[in-house]
Every structure is written in C-alpha cells, then in structure tokens.
C-alpha cells in the first residue's frame, strides 16, 4: 500500500494552523505542523527603549497577554539586578502580580474547555449535546478578568506591572469586589464545571475517586472513558517547568526522576516549512504546560492518572483542569492576605539603567514563557521571546518526533489525530510572534 499525504487546516484554536499528515497501512506515521504568519515582534522591539515591552509583548497574544507583560518586566527587573541596582518586590505588589496571572490562567483554561474540548469532544464521539458551551465560556472569563481589571486597570493588553511593582495601590473596597467576583467564579466551578464543592474536588487525589466528578468536566472526563480515548495521545513523557509557581518549581520530570534546571540550556532552532521555530532543552525534546507542572510538582491527582494512563490525552486535559481548582483556592489566599499598607512600587524615583541583558520566566496557560531582552545605551539591541507552543508543536529533532507529533503518530484518523492536537491548547499567535 502506498503512503497517503494529506493537508487539513486547523481551526478553533488561537489562530490556525495545518497539519500535513502521512498515512501508511492505514495509521499515521509522521505530521507536518506548519504555521505560516509572521508578525516579528522581537524585530519590532529592536531600537525602542527597554521600557516599551512592557507596553508591546502583551500585544503578542490576545489571550495570555498579562503573561507576557510580566516576563518582560521580569527580564528588566533581572538585567537591572545584574546590572547591580537592587529590585525586590513588596509582598503587595508580588500578590497582586500573582492574583492577575491566576485570573487570566483561569480565563485560559475556562475558554480551552468550552469553547474547543467539550465542543470538539462531542462532535468526535456524535454525542452532540444541547449546552451551550460558548455562553458558559464567556460568563466565567468575564467574571474572572473583572477580578483581574480591579488591579490591572484593563485586559486585554494592561500594562500596569513596573519595575518595581505594581502602579495600582488597591483599597479595601477593590479587594472585596474583587473577592465577590472571585466567589462568584468559584460558584460557578462548584455548580456548573463539577457538581461538588471546591474543597471536595481539590480532595481527590486517586483515579478510584474520579467518580465524584459531576457537571461538564464529569461529562468530560465520562465521554473520554466510555470511547476508548483516555490512553491515546500519549508522547515522550518527558516534562519541563521553568518558572517558579504555586503550580510548581522549576525543574524537569523524565518518569519519576526530577532535577533541576538552568534557562541558559534552552535553544532554539529553525524549521522548514514553518516560522515557528523549535525549542530544546540539552538538545532533548520536552513537554511544557499543565501536565508537565503538575508531573514536576508531583501533585497527587496527576501523579495517579500518569501511572495509569501516562502521558496520555486524558490525564493532559484533567491536569489544565485541575489547575483552575488549584488557581481559584490560591487566588483566594492572596487575597485574604494582602498587605494594602505595603508599597505599591518599591523602585526609587530616577533610577535608569542603561544597559543590560536580563531574563523573565513565567508560567502562562500554556507552559513555561521565556523573554530575554539585551539593552545598550537604553535601547533594545535584541529581544527573544520563546513561547510554551514552541515547546509542545516542533518538528522534532533527527533522532524523534516532536512532543505533539510523537502524540498523533499511529493513530488512524485525522479526527482523532486533530483531537489530540487541540489537547495541547494550540496558540498559533504567540508560536509565530
């Protein structure tokens, strides 16, 4: 039988995107992930003042956004130390940096499972039911990014985070809207996504327990089971996490053994056929984002689904899930614990640093983001973005298959393959930034 190439565009993610697929015997056996728009914000960058990030990378993304704006005051609060002019946040300013990125993670997620899994999921088995999944997606995210706007002054695109800290300086008043909007959010959790309370749910720690599940994550997670899905998908089961989170430290997971991990051993390389460039670490292939942060922080319920179904389409969707439980009891936390008497920004008046070079790390929706900006005479002379979809869609390298391809490779359908696909929360935006 002769091999069969087939192309198919990709939609329904964050932009598109095709996948030229080989079939042999009846199974794929390789994929092409191609992306071909490019915008060029790292050369758009190039000559500005080192400042002007923090107004133009969150412009890279519509969606995580916030991420990229506190990367990048995180690569000039890191080249201002190096440089020797002292940067430590107030715990106030560290909170509430915390409280945003949680709410737009939230969002992230939120939006992932109701306006692509759920909807793609039914469409795939021909379970179609009659929720209207885009409403609940667009009531939830509304609510969770007025919490985050409280602080943040707008979202999309706020550029709040400085040097520093914060420019806000929160009353009471925006702390306790912002506390009903996050119950409101955690309502909705507990009566739509689940059908049990948040407590309950952040209690399971077995697969034996998964049966408590209710609402649409029980629909999900029973339409997975019932058609014979929950081990497809399953890739190298190596896992990588950058940025230090109250998801997870920093560090990389190959089965059960961890270790630590430097950000000066990630490189990038170019592919064909594509502007999206590939990322490795120590020239070996990893898997960044939710899965990998809850494989590297060894959280219970993760750990469980893995030994069971590795690292398969099942426990990576359970473990983006699992973080909006994690990220709504978190963010509650900080705010109960808010220090409004503290500093808003701790950076004294007049200070410029002229030239640098400095990295920022953060954990956004998708994985582990990385920028690093080189700055001479108060200009950018260089600034690199690496994004987590860099990590999960490469090509591969000579000796495998990419994170994402090695997931679809001997499945027997573009369907599925395509399914599997969209697991990973595919940001074709940020990809070719």
Not at 207 to 231: T, W
Request: one cysteine or more.
């Amino acid at each position: 039988m002769k091999k069969i190439q087939i192309r198919q565009l990709i939609e329904k993610i964050e932009g598109e995107a095709e996948l030229d697929f080989v079939f042999n015997k009846g199974k794929i056996e390789d994929v092409k992930i191609n992306f071909g728009f490019y915008r060029g914000i790292e050369e758009i960058l190039k000559g500005k003042d080192a400042r002007d990030a923090l107004v133009i990378t969150p412009r890279v993304c519509g969606i995580c956004n916030h991420a990229h704006l506190l990367t990048a005051v995180r690569a000039i609060e890191d080249g201002y130390r190096k440089a020797g002019v002292p940067v430590e946040l107030s715990s106030k300013a560290s909170d509430i940096r915390e409280f945003t990125l949680a709410c737009e993670l939230i969002q992230n997620h939120v939006k992932w499972l109701y306006f692509t899994i759920l909807p793609q999921l039914e469409l795939y088995v021909n379970q179609k039911s009659e929720e209207n999944y885009a409403i609940k997606a667009t009531y939830l995210s509304s609510v969770i990014t007025k919490a985050l706007a409280i602080f943040a002054g707008q979202w999309p695109h706020s550029s709040y985070a400085v040097p520093g800290g914060v420019t806000c300086d929160p009353t009471h008043l925006d702390v306790m809207q912002a506390t009903s909007l996050l119950d409101e959010s955690i309502t909705f959790f507990e009566q739509v996504m689940t059908g049990i309370s948040l407590d309950r749910y952040l209690a399971i720690d077995s697969v034996s327990n998964l049966d408590q599940i209710e609402g649409d994550f029980g629909r999900l997670l029973y339409l997975l089971g019932s058609n014979d899905m929950a081990e497809i998908g399953q890739s190298h089961d190596r896992f990588i996490v950058f940025g230090d989170s109250p998801l997870s430290k920093a560090g990389k997971s190959i089965v059960t053994n961890f270790a630590k991990v430097d950000v000066r051993y990630v490189k990038e390389s170019i592919q064909k056929g594509t502007v999206a460039k590939a990322v490795t670490y120590k020239e070996r292939l990893y898997e960044v984002g939710p899965l990998a942060r809850g494989m590297v922080a060894k959280t219970p319920i993760v750990k469980s689904l893995h030994k069971r179904y590795k690292d398969s389409v099942l426990t990576r969707i359970f473990a983006r899930v699992h973080e909006v439980a994690q990220l709504l009891d978190y963010s509650k936390t900080l705010l109960q614990n808010l220090q409004l008497d503290e500093l808003s920004c701790s950076l004294v008046k007049g200070i410029q640093v002229d030239t640098f070079e400095g990295t920022g790390v953060v954990e956004a929706a998708r994985g582990s983001l990385i920028h690093t900006t080189t700055v001479k005479e108060g200009l950018i002379s260089n600034y690199e973005i690496i994004t987590p979809t860099q990590w999960n869609l490469s090509h591969g390298t000579k000796e495998e298959s990419g994170i994402a391809i090695e997931a679809m490779i001997d499945t027997s359908s573009i369907d599925e393959a395509t399914f599997i696909f969209r697991a990973f929360d595919v940001c074709s935006v940020c990809t070719t930034q």
